[in-house]
């Protein structure tokens, strides 16, 4: 028997139980998912926030240690010539010690600063490296500037006085510079001597920032008698 035109409309009008159960599983899916989300997005914030708090912590901490990594500076405020039995270049330098420089000095161990000094024109050019010796005593509680090779020393109560001891410079070069005519341009640097360092100290001195002191090359006019 065929059912009436009501009975089909209520019999459509009802969902089959999978269909109901298979859109209870949906919502349930998609509450979960958003939940979820939710979660994730929670984390992520809170990743975020804390990698933020790292960053600033590492920041604060590591002000420090750049300032310790600061290069020092040297400069070359004036150089001459000067002529006579023993020629001698008279230099004048502008020098500042990074913070670990000033340390090593403090705890004994000796800068070496070295000047390298041309002058003339092929075939008659001339060369020299004269080193001075930058070095803190603590018996006598002195700091000394000394020129290697020679005997000559000087010696003062701190650091800033020695520093500034370096703006007047005589020293002494080889005979063949007082050849040189009159108008022999005058090439002249300065830098540390990593050399001269301690062994644990040499592969620092080459590699760190701080450890960096060399002023550029600079050319004067001609020597004077």
Known sequence: MMPTHRNFRRSSATPPASVARTCRARAAWT?????????????????????????????????????EQ??????IRHAQLARGATPRLELALDCRLSGPMQDALDHGIPIVLEADVRAGRWPRAVHAKPRIELRWFPLSRRYQLRTIGSDEVRAFATQAHLLSALGSLRLALPSAFDALPQDAPLQVSVAIDPAALPGALRLPALFEPAWRLASAETTWPAAQH
């Open 31 to 67: 509450a979960s998912t958003m939940r979820y989300s939710k979660s994730a997005d929670a984390r992520i914030g809170a990743w975020l926030r804390y990698a933020l708090l790292l960053a600033a912590i590492a920041l604060a901490g590591g002000c420090g240690l750049l300032e």
């Open 70 to 75: 600061q290069p020092g500076s040297l400069g």
